[in-house]
């Protein structure tokens, strides 16, 4: 099968203990993995490699599921000591409590990141949004980011999307004392090659 490579790939070092990838922005629903070294991965939000999860042989690649990206268009936001943030009316979420997100494109910059977890999920609730206009279905999102101490919002609209980490972990016996590389690459299947 051919692949095409969708946004940018990372690469970390596995060892014996779990190692993880940087935070990616995700954009399709297929990862591919390569270890220069026997290792298990696992993929998710923060997740934790063990000897039981998905094996990969050194030198070789294996393309795994991870299930389609998520994405939501943001109309508003509220800061305080957690986010909230609204979602354009009867949109609904894609997103559940638990997921961890990427909020681009709001103004300050600083009310923007990424690794954000998803506390709670308000859907179709017929309430004011946070410019206080009252009374329009809206989803409401509130996301365990701090911004409290931002100025004012100047630009409310902006995007949020789902992200993930990559975590693989050497199996006893192999790459004991070995630090080696493990690539990642989101791609799309293309068809037979």
Do not use: W
């Amino acid at each position: 099968m051919a692949h095409k490579p969708v946004g940018s790939g990372v690469s970390f070092v596995a060892s014996t203990s779990t190692a993880t990838s940087g935070i990616m922005t995700h954009f399709t629903d297929t990862v591919r993995i390569t270890p220069l070294t026997n290792v298990h991965v696992t993929v998710g939000a923060n997740p934790t490699a063990g000897i039981s999860d998905y094996y990969v042989a050194a030198n070789t690649s294996a393309t795994l599921s991870i299930g389609r990206p998520k994405s939501q268009k943001v109309v508003g936001v509220t800061t305080g000591a957690t986010t909230t943030i609204d979602f354009p009316a009867g949109s609904g979420s894609p997103f559940e409590v638990g997921d961890e997100v990427q909020l681009t494109g709001i103004v300050p910059a600083g009310i923007n990141g990424s690794g954000l977890t998803v506390l709670s999920v308000l859907n179709g609730s017929f309430s004011s949004n946070s410019n206080g206009d009252p009374g329009f279905f809206s989803t409401r999102l509130t996301l365990d980011h701090d911004t409290s101490s931002e100025g004012p919002v100047t630009i409310k609209e902006g995007e949020l999307r789902d992200v993930f980490q990559v975590a693989a972990v050497c199996p006893p016996g192999f790459g004991a004392g070995i630090n080696t590389a493990v690539y990642v690459q989101q791609v799309q299947i293309t068809g037979v090659a």
